[in-house]
């Protein structure tokens, strides 16, 4: 069973930046379209950003031009860089990955309720970690 270990959230003021990492146990970054979804206290999920096997990348618009997500494969690391954070960003943030083969990829794609049956082999996510902007 694959997995998938994020790591890198804390707390900062508004402005500030952090930088999230998830280290996958296999080779699933080259080959699964791979992303981040969020989920604020007392909301749903939402995709976040997301970046497929060829390495196109989605962003949603609540965060274009201040997250970055990008992948190192021989690592089997993702990361997303979050600049000029905002307190509607804070929340539980998630690495997710899906069978490319089966699913879209792109950030909207984990907005919302889960696909039926996940997680499993094709559609999981990590245990998620935690980003908090406040004064």
């Known amino acids: 069973q694959e997995h998938l270990v994020e790591s890198g959230g804390g707390s900062v003021q508004p402005g500030g930046s952090l930088r999230l990492s998830c280290a996958a146990s296999?080779?699933?970054?080259?080959?699964?379209?791979m992303g981040w979804f969020r989920r604020a206290p007392g909301k749903g999920r939402e995709g976040v950003a997301s970046?497929?096997?060829?390495?196109?990348?989605d962003y949603a618009d609540s965060v274009k031009g201040r997250f970055a997500i990008s992948k190192d494969n021989a690592k089997n690391a993702l990361y997303l860089l979050l600049d000029n954070l905002k307190p509607e960003d804070t929340g539980m943030y998630y690495c997710?990955?899906?069978?490319?083969?089966?699913?879209?990829?792109?950030?909207?794609?984990?907005?919302?309720?889960?696909?039926?049956?996940?997680?499993?082999?094709?559609?999981?996510w990590g245990q998620g970690t935690q980003v908090t902007v406040s004064s």
């Open positions: 970046i497929d096997s060829d390495g196109i990348i």
């Open positions: 296999d080779h699933t970054l080259s080959t699964y379209c």
């Open positions: 997710a990955a899906k069978n490319q083969d089966l699913y879209d990829c792109y950030a909207g794609s984990w907005t919302g309720v889960p696909a039926k049956g996940a997680p499993n082999r094709d559609n999981f």
